[in-house]
Each structure stands twice: as C-alpha cells, then as structure tokens.
C-alpha cells in the first residue's frame, strides 16, 4: 500500500508571497500525482494532474512539478483566496484504490 | 456541464443501515468509473470504493469491505452506496467522484457536494 505524506502539516504565509507544499510517496508513483483545493464548507477541486498539468481553469500561479516520490505544489503568489487545505492524491491501474495524502494547511499569516 | 448530487444521507443508529445515491448528468455516465470518498468531521479526505464503467468491478476500502457496496444503474445515469453495520466511526460527509477520463487516469476532475452521514445513538 502506498502512502503519501505531506508537508508541513501547516503553511503560514501572507498574500503575495510564494508556497511551496511537499507530498512524498512510500514508493514510486510515476507520475500519477493530483492535486485538490479544499474551502471549508466546500467539495475538493482538481488543481493539478499527472503531477504536472493544470487542470481546465486552474490559474497559472499554480503548477506542479516531481516524479517518483517527491512533488511539489507551488503557487507563486498568493492570492486571498489560496488560503485553504491542499491534497495530494494517486491512484494506480491495480487496485484501483485511492489513496491521500493527510493535507496541508494553508493559512493567512 | 458536469453535475454529480449526491442525496440519502442522515442521522442513524449504530448497527443500521443507510442508502447514498449520486445522480450525475452533463456527461456519458456509462462510460467512467465513479467512487465514494468521505470525510470525518475535522479529518481528511478517505477513499471508500470504486465501480467500474459498466459496473462489473468493484473495489473497497478495507475499513468497509463486508459492509458497504457500490453499485450503479446506468440506465438511470446513478450511483449508490449501500452501507450496513454502521459504525460511530463511519460518521463523515460522503462525495462522488468521477474519474477524469473514460481509458485509465489516476485523478478525478468531478466532485458532488457531498451528503452527511451521522451515526449515532
């Protein structure tokens, strides 16, 4: 079973300055890598696929990079509305399970 | 556009059992795999299960299996979950999810809303 571990747990940053989150896999997991947004009171939204990909209608101040077992989610400036809980997020063909990483708080410094 | 709404949710006993339902339109429901994921209050976001296009596989979270299953109608363009025995501890907000493409991708790109489950005495 793979396992995905995020850091730090808690990001304190103001508006303007760049985030840098981290999700480490117990093993290799390609490049099968998404990123969500999470608001309180509100579902997940796909930011980044297949590590890198921004998904339809995601800012470019968000991108994703890494293969293997490191990546990372990097939004370069923040705006008011990035302070949420960020996961990352594999699935591989067999089992078809999912499996997510436990989150990172992003907050408002 | 894409809409998943999930609906069933509630308050219940331990030991009972409840019914979810997801009913998606905007897209070829038959053609993507679809999975439950919940959330505890306060916790982060856990996988549940998984059936396949055609509703032939089905795959299950170890806190689950022999509990719950996944199933679907096409026909309806609906998803559900039976869950059974419940548990205090299965107490979350449920999501349907829809896979991000119709050949294998590893991402989901849909989320519903999510409907509450209480189980409590």
């Known amino acids: 079973e793979i396992v995905l571990t995020q850091s730090p747990a808690t990001l304190s940053l103001s508006p303007g300055e760049r985030a840098t989150l981290s999700c480490r896999a117990s093993q290799s997991v390609s490049s099968y890598l998404a990123w969500y947004q999470q608001k309180p009171g509100q579902a997940p939204r796909l930011l980044i696929y297949?590590?890198?990909n921004r998904a339809t209608g995601i800012p470019a101040r968000f991108s994703g990079s890494g293969s293997g077992t490191d990546f990372t989610l990097t939004i370069s400036s923040l705006e008011p509305e990035d302070f949420a809980v960020y996961y990352c997020q594999y699935r591989g063909n067999w089992p078809p399970a999912a499996t997510f990483g436990q989150g990172t708080k992003l907050e408002v410094k | 556009q894409v809409q998943l709404v999930e609906s069933g949710g509630g308050v219940v006993q331990p030991g009972r059992s409840l019914r979810l339902s997801c009913a998606a339109s905007g897209f070829t429901f038959s053609s993507y795999g679809m999975h439950w994921v919940r959330q505890a209050p306060g916790k982060g976001l856990e996988w549940v299960a998984v059936?396949?296009?055609?509703?032939?596989?089905?795959y299950y979270a170890d806190s689950v299996k022999g509990r719950f299953t996944i199933s679907r109608d096409n026909s309806k363009n609906t998803m559900y979950l039976q869950m059974n025995s419940l548990r205090a501890e299965d107490t979350a907000v449920y999501y349907c999810l829809k896979e991000g493409s119709s050949i294998f991708v590893s991402y989901f790109d849909y989320w519903g809303q999510g409907t509450p489950a209480t189980v409590s005495s």
């Open positions: 297949d590590a890198s």
């Open positions: 059936v396949s296009n055609d509703g032939r596989t089905t």
